[in-house]
């Protein structure tokens, strides 16, 4: 079975209401974008590398450091 598109997202652990949501069609990562509690936020997701599929962790770990920077007390993304 090959699989040519699926929807991903991830959040902080201890984040769940921030959420980077993005699309994966014939292995690129596709139209990257952040939800704060279910809204969807104007500002799009930028990958800090040309070739976010290859560096997964990477970009995980840099939203995860957005996430804490930004939302760190902010108790209503909290979980």
């Known amino acids: 079975m090959k699989i040519t598109f699926a929807s991903y997202e991830h959040s902080r652990i ?3 209401g921030i959420k980077l949501k993005w699309h994966a069609k014939n292995g690129k990562f596709l139209d990257p974008y952040v939800t ?8 799009r997701w930028t990958w800090g590398n040309p070739h976010p ?6 970009e995980m770990e840099r939203f995860d450091e957005w996430v804490g920077n930004l939302f760190s007390n902010d108790a209503s993304v909290q979980g």
């Open 14 to 16: 201890g984040f769940p």
């Open 36 to 43: 704060i509690n279910g809204v969807i936020q104007e500002n």
């Open 53 to 58: 599929a290859a560096f997964a962790q990477a």
